[in-house]
């Protein structure tokens, strides 16, 4: 027996392109990780007839079903009363979950429009989930064969109802198996130069499972076990990945379930080593990600976007002759860049990158996708430059972003 999840992401807003979506994939995270399979997900709008066949085809298939938003309390706002639909019977009123939102609001000196009432509301046999970070309580009912649980859709609010009360739940529920993830990070080859290497382990049904996603230029190996433990689930992992390591060779940069911004702050934390950058092409998109990662700035310094020749000049102190000589786009421009920026905030490593991201702007001796990177550190500077293809400029620059992870990552702690 498997313990069958699915997760559902309700709201008009999400099938119109007005907001993404980023709720299930920490959902599909979570509840693996306990050793549910998450075997769908599902967008569907606020319109009930829609709403009503989504969640009644998904409890009929699935034991948990896990649904994000409709909650709110305006009349758009329709999961309870679907539920209520498919369940048969009349919305009840809750009296507790009343006086919480009323105290949420009252307490934030906010109004208390009646309105708010109908987040109160729960389908017939429902149990109400507490929301200590908000108006939309949350509820749990048996529909059909699976347990739905209904918990807001904003994420804040989402990981709370999911930690506090959700996962504790689904972890007593028979039929979980312990899985275990390994990713092998790759820059260089294509995805089908890639999948050719490593095609035998990528066979259906195999256990662990082998697959490629790929993402601006990057490449993720993902090693997914199942076990009767997650040690074993881990041990079936690693064998794996260690028949892979050799098939890679060069290609294969970092491993790790993290993200590559925290594992990038991770390695400098464990180097003691601050950081610097020094950024054109990019436009600051290595700095953002960096500082998405919480207790970045215990090891990122700062720094500074020089789109043009003047800010090169003026901010990193990149000499007017380098520039004349040799143009933005080239290793010695990367390498002053990299310098300056050392210099201006006392990091022990700067980073830069200098390009053309397209779609204008290239020549045929710097063709659009021709990205030069410099790392300076006390051992002294180094500059490449990568010919990125021309796949449009988000790809350029967030491949470059990818080569600025991997130089990082490539320095010993």
């Given amino acids: 027996m498997t313990l069958v999840a699915e997760i559902l992401a309700i709201g008009d807003e999400l099938v119109h392109g007005a907001l993404l979506d980023t709720n299930s994939k920490w959902l599909a995270g979570e509840l693996e990780a306990m050793g549910a399979v998450v075997q769908r997900f599902v967008v569907v709008s606020d319109d009930p007839v829609e709403l009503r066949a989504v969640i009644a085809d998904s409890c009929a298939r699935a034991d948990v079903v896990v649904a994000t938003g409709g909650l709110g309390p305006t009349l758009d706002d329709r999961t309870r009363d679907v539920v209520a639909d498919v369940l048969g019977g009349p919305l009840w009123f809750h009296e507790e979950s009343w006086a919480q939102v009323q105290q949420w609001l009252q307490g934030r000196r906010r109004p208390v429009p009646e309105s708010n009432r109908r987040q109160a509301m729960l389908p017939p046999g429902a149990v109400p989930i507490a929301n200590p970070v908000g108006t939309a309580p949350g509820f749990q009912v048996k529909i059909g064969k699976a347990w739905f649980f209904a918990v807001p859709g904003v994420p804040r609010e989402m990981k709370v109802l999911m930690r506090d009360h959700v996962l504790g739940v689904v972890a007593k529920m028979p039929g979980l198996r312990p899985m275990a993830q390994l990713w092998l990070r790759v820059l260089g080859p294509s995805e089908a130069l890639l999948g050719e290497r490593i095609e035998k382990f990528m066979v259906p049904h195999r256990n662990p499972a082998v697959g490629i996603t790929a993402s601006g230029g990057l490449l993720t190996i993902r090693i997914v076990a ?113 310098e300056g920026a050392r210099a201006r905030f006392g990091a022990d490593v700067a980073l830069s990158t200098t390009g053309v991201a397209g779609p204008d702007g290239g020549t045929a001796q710097k063709p659009v996708g021709m990205v030069c990177f410099a790392l300076a550190s006390a051992d002294g500077t180094r500059a490449w430059t990568l010919r990125i293809p021309d796949l449009g400029r988000a790809f350029v620059r967030d491949r470059a972003v990818f080569e600025v992870w991997r130089a990082l990552l490539a320095r010993s702690p």
């Fill in 226 to 338: 199942s076990a009767q433990t997650r040690e074993q689930a881990a041990g079936l992992c690693e064998t794996t990945a260690a028949e892979l390591r050799p098939l890679l060779g060069d290609w294969l940069f970092c491993e790790g379930t993290v993200e590559l911004p925290e594992a990038v702050v991770q390695r400098l934390k464990a180097a003691g080593c601050t950081l610097a950058l020094a950024e054109s092409c990019t436009g600051g998109l290595a700095a953002a990600r960096l500082v998405d990662v919480p207790g970045a700035s215990a090891v990122f310094r700062g720094g500074v976007v020089a789109y043009a020749d003047e800010s090169k000049e003026d901010l990193l102190g990149v000499p007017r002759a380098v520039l004349q000589q040799h143009g933005a786009v080239s290793e010695p421009v990367a390498a002053a860049m990299a």
